[in-house]
């Protein structure tokens, strides 16, 4: 009945779809609508340094990529922010993905997923322009040479 519903709405829009979603059980508690997908442009990150931005959102993956995964740097444009913090609103800086909703495989056969999307503000060095991560960051920021993220983070994952 859910595929056939679709099938017959199909050419009216997306946001029509999302009334005749599966219940809770059927998709491991998320709707149809919200699969979880790459860091991509429009995408709206939180920000968990002390930096003084609030709110970015992703207006570029680097690396030639259409999207971006733990680890990896984006380019932001700061949307929501602290009057006194250093980075500003409308501000366009690099930032490293630490949290993501996407799930990513670890090589022990376990997987890591966070329940929103953060990054974290750094310069075109790549070192943090805050002071102090909050959150739990995950390790593989090792592997991908972010150790001063991963000594400035209160817990890693």
């Not at 997908?37 to 931005?53: C, E, H, P, W």
């Not at 949290?99 to 990513?104: E, G, N, P, V």
């Amino acid at each position: 009945m859910l595929s056939v519903g679709r099938s017959l709405l199909g050419g009216l829009g997306s946001h029509l779809s999302a009334s005749f979603s599966a219940p809770q059980g059927l998709t491991n508690g998320y709707s149809l609508s919200q699969l979880r997908s790459f860091i991509q442009m429009r995408t709206v990150l939180k920000v968990v340094d002390n930096s003084g931005a609030k709110k970015v959102m992703c207006i570029q993956a680097l690396k030639g990529k259409k999207g971006a995964r733990l680890g990896e740097t984006i380019v932001v444009s700061v949307k929501e922010a602290l009057p006194n913090g250093k980075a500003k609103k409308g501000n366009v800086y690099r930032a490293v993905v630490v949290r993501a909703a996407m799930q990513r495989g670890r090589c022990d056969g376990s997987e890591v997923k966070f329940d929103d999307n953060a990054c974290v503000l750094v310069d075109k060095q790549g070192q943090p322009i805050g002071t102090r991560v909050f959150g739990p960051v995950p390790h593989e920021l090792r592997k991908k040479n972010h150790v001063k993220i991963l000594t400035l983070a209160q817990h890693i994952a």
